[in-house]
């Protein structure tokens, strides 16, 4: 099978390919304009640099490779840059969606994996979030995505020929379990990423934007999902699409830790009590947001490898880690070589 991979060198798009490369079983090309990924990140397949917003270059690509299925990541992901830059979210998320649904549509694609977000939900009534819940994002990148879905949605109402999976992510955390990549956003706001960060010494604190939430410990309680294992449900949904029709489902395990658990999980992995501050809560947070994943598990037999609080920050902190220890070896590496290239000049 041939299979396009949008966002392919990003933090979830990385794992992705992994699985797809380790099963042996597709031919993958991968797209990605390295705006926050990383080649290297890229274990497996052919990799093209590119925008998607570059017409011309992706409707070649698309005639070139004849692609029976993409996965669709790439995008913007900050919320607050979208709140102070809309535009640039609904050109790279849903404008390049529409595009490339359209190619996908000329060219006969018939199964799209599209990476949605828990972000569609806004400030969710329940604790609960089942596919069903009323949707109500809260901000430009929330809308960016849910627009992306409704078009989608629209499209395989028309061509019957065109199939989706809507896959929405809750929080994805850790890094692979065998260490090799990891998540390399820059400046993420996401808290474990942060408080392994705060960890290995690259940031001094980590805040808190509120205790005083209708929570356990007053701290916001979110459903934090192993990057492998919300990687396998791609795999799943797409083996799920050769005989079974289009769906949305949410990628999460149905519980949740709060705010000051995470820290302290990572704290003891770490053994660095690193600093906390608590600060003003942030519009539009929810006290607590946890997927009902059941729907995902019941339809695809997904089964969920890593859903332990511990390990997520384990792998957190060893990615950050060992990145941090080939940062400094190559600052030394870089100090070594420019002496010995002065004590060269001064032996000439
Ligand atoms: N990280 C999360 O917790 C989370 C939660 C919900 C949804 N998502 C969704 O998952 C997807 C992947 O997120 P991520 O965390 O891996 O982010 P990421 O930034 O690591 O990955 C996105 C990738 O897309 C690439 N990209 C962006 N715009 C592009 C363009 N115009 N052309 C080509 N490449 C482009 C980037 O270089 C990057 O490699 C996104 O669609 C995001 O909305 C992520």
Redesign the pocket.
């Given at each position: 099978m041939n299979v396009l991979v949008?966002?392919?060198?990003?933090?979830?798009?990385s794992h992705v390919v992994k699985l797809l490369g380790e099963s042996n079983n597709y031919n993958i090309t991968v797209?990605?304009?390295?705006?926050?990924?990383k080649e290297d990140a890229v274990l497996y397949g052919d990799f093209i640099q590119?925008?998607?917003?570059d017409n011309f270059l992706m409707e070649n690509i698309f005639k070139e490779k004849q692609f029976d299925a993409v996965f669709h990541?790439?995008?913007?992901?900050v919320v607050p840059e979208s709140i102070e830059n809309p535009l640039k979210y609904y050109l790279?998320?849903t404008v390049?969606t529409i595009n490339l649904v359209n190619l996908c549509i000329k060219y006969n694609v018939s199964k799209f994996i599209f990476?949605?977000?828990?972000?569609v939900y806004g400030e969710p009534d329940g604790t609960t979030v089942k596919e069903t819940s009323m949707t109500n994002p809260i901000n430009p990148y929330g809308r960016s995505?849910l627009m992306s879905e409704t078009i989608i949605q629209d499209t395989a109402a028309a061509d019957k020929d065109f199939k989706y999976v809507i896959l929405r992510?809750?929080?994805?955390?850790g890094s692979d379990i065998k260490g090799r990549i990891g998540h390399s956003?820059p400046d993420a706001t996401?808290l474990i990423k942060v408080a392994a960060e705060a960890a290995v010494g690259k940031r001094d604190k980590v805040y808190i934007f509120g205790d005083d939430y209708d929570t356990p410990d007053g701290t916001g309680i979110r459903d934090y999902i192993h990057v492998d294992d919300l990687a396998d449900a791609h795999i799943k949904a797409l083996e799920y699409l050769e005989a079974n029709d289009s769906q949305i489902f949410n990628c999460g395990y149905g519980q949740g830790y709060s705010v000051k658990q995470v820290i302290k999980t990572m704290q003891e992995i770490s053994e660095n009590e690193f600093k906390v501050e608590i600060i003003e809560k942030r519009p539009g947070d929810p006290a607590c947001v946890i997927a009902d994943n059941s729907k995902i598990i019941k339809k695809t037999g997904w089964k969920p490898m890593y859903n332990n609080l511990e390990i997520i920050c384990r792998t957190a902190f060893e990615w950050e880690r060992n990145s941090e220890i080939l940062v400094q070896a190559q600052k030394i590496g870089n100090i070594v070589s420019e002496s010995r290239n002065e004590s060269l000049l001064k032996g000439l």
């Open positions: 949008t966002g392919g060198a990003g933090y979830i798009g797209i990605d304009n390295l705006s926050t990924g590119a925008n998607l917003a990541f790439a995008a913007s992901i790279n998320n390049n990476s949605s977000t828990a972000a995505k992510y809750f929080n994805a955390a956003f996401h």
